[in-house]
């Protein structure tokens, strides 16, 4: 399998994360879709990231397909309950923080895109408002010692890419106070074999505006 993407890309690592978790090898494209948009476009076609490839050939795009082919791979040691209430939770929690990171992602490209007096103020008003009420409501639904409760699943995964997105990006609406449980569990699960096996390289740093 290849993974397409780099890791400052919140959805391309919890691929990895998955990945190297599962125990499945993968080699890696880490291409820019900044710098390598005609070369990312011609494997992914809406020249976005991730995209992973598989033996035979097929692309798959978007994370949530992609962690549904690699859950059916992994069976039983899947990051998300088969069904029932506990795979809602999850699915819940991951979607709350895909949201939070959508918030958050359009705050960055606005301004990294718009300068000065281009930029929409309400817009991005709208977005931090957003953002913020996002990380509120994963804290208040956050349980112990994983985000679902005893187990790491697919939330935790992408509630440690978007925190560590946010205070690498936009940090003014993460609290260290109000939302020191979602920070505590980034930096608890960044010490996992899993995380720090798709650690994010200088290299593969969006530019900063």
């Not at 939330?155 to 106070?177: C, F, G, H, K, N």
């Amino acid at each position: 399998m290849i993974l397409v993407g780099q890791y400052d890309s919140p959805p391309t690592r919890r691929i990895a994360v998955a990945l190297h978790h599962y125990g499945i090898p993968f080699t890696r494209d880490t291409r820019s879709i900044f710098g390598d948009a005609e070369a990312i476009g011609r494997i992914s076609p809406l020249t976005r990231i991730p995209a992973l490839v598989l033996e035979d050939g097929e692309v798959l795009i978007d994370s949530a397909a992609i962690l549904d082919h690699l859950d059916e791979l992994a069976g039983d040691r899947a990051l998300c309950p088969a069904s029932g209430p506990a795979r809602r939770k999850v699915l819940q929690m991951t979607a709350l923080a895909q949201g939070t990171l959508e918030k958050a992602a359009a705050i960055v490209y606005e301004r990294f895109y718009h300068a000065g007096p281009m930029q929409s103020r309400d817009w991005l008003d709208r977005c931090l408002g957003q953002a913020r009420a996002g990380l509120d409501e994963l804290t208040r639904r956050l349980s112990a010692p994983f985000a679902c409760g005893s187990t790491l699943t697919h939330a935790d995964v992408m509630i440690t890419t978007l925190i560590w997105y946010m205070q690498d990006r936009m940090d003014e609406v993460l609290s260290p106070e109000a939302h020191e449980p979602l920070i505590g569990l980034a930096q608890h699960c960044e010490t996992l074999p899993a995380f720090r096996a798709a650690e994010i390289s200088d290299f593969e740093k969006m530019p900063k505006g």
